[in-house]
T-cell receptor, first 111, second 113 residues
Framework: DQQVKQNSPSLSVQEGRISILNCDYT??????FLWYKKYPAEGPTFLIS?????DKNEDGRFTVFLNKSAKHLSLHIVPSQPGDSAVYFC??????????FGKGTLLTVNP | ETGVTQTPRHLVMGMTNKKSLKCEQH?????MYWYKQSAKKPLELMFV???????ENNSVPSRFSPECPNSSHLFLHLHTLQPEDSALYLC????????????FGPGTRLTVL
């Protein structure tokens, strides 16, 4: 049973536009959430995180939104750039320090 | 060298071979992790070490044997693997504690023939 779900395997956007990547979770014990980015032949790279006491966290072009009641989080990238093309993983953690990952969404930003 | 390094980057082995994967972190972290990533599946946590002690074994078959001699090094010893064990094996490290992000190595692409 997948506790962290990324229902869109892929997303394609135009350069300069907004990219919105979505993630849903089922375990209400998760209390912090992270987004990772992965290029081919490299390990995942940490992007941004948010704790359950917040509903928004912003870092440059990246913003993560958390809706606890809906058990949903999203990553917004504005403006999108071709170098953002990668697989994006959502991850969730709780008090046991373990991270549970989604399957990932492949983002393609077209010039 | 900085960050988390893994060797080898690619490994092909037969089912009767014994091999080891190595991970080294240069970040001063005290927690290290092994993950498995199979095609079209989420990253699966295999093992967690905190301060050299194993704190998590996520029901991993005994043909995978981890070793953590110190906080900077982590090994995964492999023996009598199956073809379905072919996957990308990722090592990560972090400061132990809630909310601390994990830093990943580039992974070892393992193929079992």
């Amino acid at each position: 049973d997948q506790q962290v779900k990324q229902n869109s395997p892929s997303l394609s956007v135009q350069e300069g536009r907004i990219s919105i990547l979505n993630c849903d979770y089922t375990n209400s014990m998760f209390d912090y959430f992270l987004w990772y980015k992965k290029y081919p032949a490299e390990g995942p790279t940490f992007l941004i995180s948010i704790s359950s006491i917040k509903d928004k966290n912003e870092d440059g072009r990246f913003t993560v939104f958390l809706n606890k009641s809906a058990k949903h989080l999203s990553l917004h990238i504005v403006p999108s750039q071709p170098g953002d093309s990668a697989v994006y993983f959502c991850a969730a953690g709780g008090s046991n320090y373990k991270l549970t990952f989604g399957k990932g969404t492949l983002l393609t930003v077209n010039p | 060298e900085t960050g988390v390094t893994q060797t080898p980057r690619h490994l092909v082995m037969g089912m009767t071979n014994k091999k080891s994967l190595k991970c080294e972190q240069h970040l001063g972290h005290n927690a290290m992790y092994w993950y498995k990533q199979s095609a079209k599946k989420p990253l699966e946590l295999m093992f967690v070490y905190n301060f050299k002690e194993q704190t998590e074994n996520n029901s991993v078959p005994s043909r995978f044997s981890p070793e953590c001699p110190n906080s900077s090094h982590l090994f995964l010893h492999l023996h009598t693997l199956q073809p379905e064990d072919s996957a990308l094996y990722l090592c990560a490290s972090s400061h132990p504690g809630l909310g601390n992000e994990q830093f990943f190595g580039p992974g070892t692409r393992l193929t079992v023939l």
